[in-house]
């Protein structure tokens, strides 16, 4: 007859980290680091995978499969993707190219592709049927990462300024607050020249 498991075995850790994890929830090797050598994870992960407590994404990355009683078992959102990648690096990432704007609503295209600065290394992922690209860039490109500014500039150097138009500029207006829309001209100066009207337009109340 097998033993059971040690409840302090990498195994069982691992095991009760993904239970107590959030349907959705995206994890590699590294984020279980601190429970046991890099052997026993990849057994504790394979395991998993066996026995459907977690989706092998691609090579070094797994899922906790969310489900929906319609649609059935979905895919992780790229959110919960790019946060296992960067997280144990702290690395910045800046959404963009069609990404970017389709996140601020101002494009109903869908990448096939999926795009993101990086003060980190450049690499590309697959997760599931999504690609996603990391893009290493310069520190001017990322001094804005994490802020509305920064997506707005990356969505508007996509978009290019002939398609930036009246009611893409009043759309932003009416999904984002006011007060966080002011907050944008505190980095126009991270812009470029031909942006900053359109950044004046989404800051102020009225046009």
Same mark, same amino acid.
């Given at each position: 007859?097998?033993?059971?498991?040690?409840?302090?075995?990498?195994?069982?850790?691992?095991?009760?980290?993904?239970?107590?994890?959030?349907?959705?929830?995206?994890?590699?090797?590294?984020?279980?680091?601190?429970?046991?050598?890099?052997?026993?994870?990849?057994?504790?992960?394979?395991?998993?995978?066996?026995?459907?407590?977690?989706?092998?994404?691609?090579?070094?990355?797994?899922?906790?499969?969310?489900?929906?009683?319609?649609?059935?078992?979905?895919?992780?959102?790229?959110?919960?993707?790019?946060? /296992?990648?960067?997280?144990?690096?702290?690395?910045?990432?800046?959404?963009?190219?069609?990404?970017?704007?389709?996140?601020?609503?101002?494009?109903?295209?869908?990448?096939?592709?999926?795009?993101?600065?990086?003060?980190?290394?450049?690499?590309?992922?697959?997760?599931?049927?999504?690609?996603?690209?990391?893009?290493?860039?310069?520190?001017?490109?990322?001094?804005?990462?994490?802020?509305?500014?920064?997506?707005?500039?990356?969505?508007?150097?996509?978009?290019?300024?002939?398609?930036?138009?009246?009611?893409?500029?009043?759309?932003?207006?009416?999904?984002?607050?006011?007060?966080?829309?002011?907050?944008?001209?505190?980095?126009? /100066?991270?812009?470029?020249?031909?942006?900053?009207?359109?950044?004046?337009?989404?800051?102020?109340?009225?046009?």
């Amino acid at each position: 007859m097998p033993r059971s498991a040690s409840p302090n075995s990498t195994g069982s850790q691992i095991a009760r980290l993904v239970q107590q994890s959030a349907p959705g929830t995206v994890f590699t090797p590294d984020t279980f680091a601190l429970v046991g050598s890099r052997a026993s994870i990849d057994k504790a992960l394979q395991r998993l995978v066996a026995a459907g407590e977690l989706r092998r994404l691609s090579r070094g990355l797994y899922d906790k499969p969310r489900h929906d009683e319609l649609l059935g078992t979905l895919w992780p959102t790229v959110d919960a993707v790019v946060q /296992a990648l960067v997280g144990k690096d702290m690395l910045r990432t800046q959404p963009a190219g069609v990404y970017a704007a389709n996140m601020l609503g101002i494009s109903e295209q869908v990448p096939a592709k999926i795009v993101f600065l990086t003060d980190g290394i450049s690499r590309t992922i697959k997760a599931g049927p999504m690609q996603i690209s990391f893009k290493r860039t310069t520190p001017r490109q990322m001094a804005a990462a994490g802020r509305l500014s920064g997506l707005l500039i990356q969505a508007f150097k996509s978009l290019g300024a002939p398609h930036i138009t009246p009611a893409r500029i009043e759309r932003l207006r009416q999904n984002i607050p006011a007060a966080e829309r002011a907050r944008v001209l505190q980095d126009i /100066a991270l812009a470029p020249a031909w942006m900053r009207p359109f950044f004046r337009q989404v800051a102020q109340e009225e046009i």
